[in-house]
């Protein structure tokens, strides 16, 4: 089960959305370790800041997608 988690970048006003495998472990695939954010705290972030996606993340998660198969 993956799942997208942002993380701010404290400084930068910037929200980078990571992805996340909720069965393995609470970090994301690029192997970045994200902190709980309270759902508060993110949609304040995310009217301040500008949103990017990790692309560690995106290559990692469009592989695993692949090497499952249908
Ligand atoms: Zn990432």
Known sequence: M??????????????????????????????????????TALLAQIEAAAERYCPSCMTAFSSAVRSHGR
């Open 2 to 39: 993956y799942e997208m988690r942002a993380e701010s970048t404290v400084g930068r006003g910037e929200l980078i959305w990571h992805v996340i495998r909720k069965d393995v472990a609470p970090s994301a695939l690029c192997g970045r370790f994200l902190a709980q954010v309270s759902p």
